[in-house]
């Protein structure tokens, strides 16, 4: 999903928005659920291209 809505983004930032739906854990719950995830790609500990996949409010 991520990769997605890397390629169908048109802006030139580091960072886009994921949105998916998923099933929550537990095993009660059946119905999916909207999830929005930011995936941002950077430089790493020895600059190589890292990317970080994360909730929205996270930095």
Not at 36 to 51: F, K, N, S
């Amino acid at each position: 999903m991520a990769r997605a809505a890397i390629q169908g983004s048109r802006g030139g930032g580091d960072r886009v928005t994921v949105e998916l739906y998923r099933i929550p854990r537990g095993g009660r719950a059946r119905q999916p659920r909207r999830a929005r995830l930011a995936a941002c790609i950077g430089p790493g500990d020895h600059v190589e291209p890292v990317m970080t996949i994360s909730q929205t409010a996270e930095d």
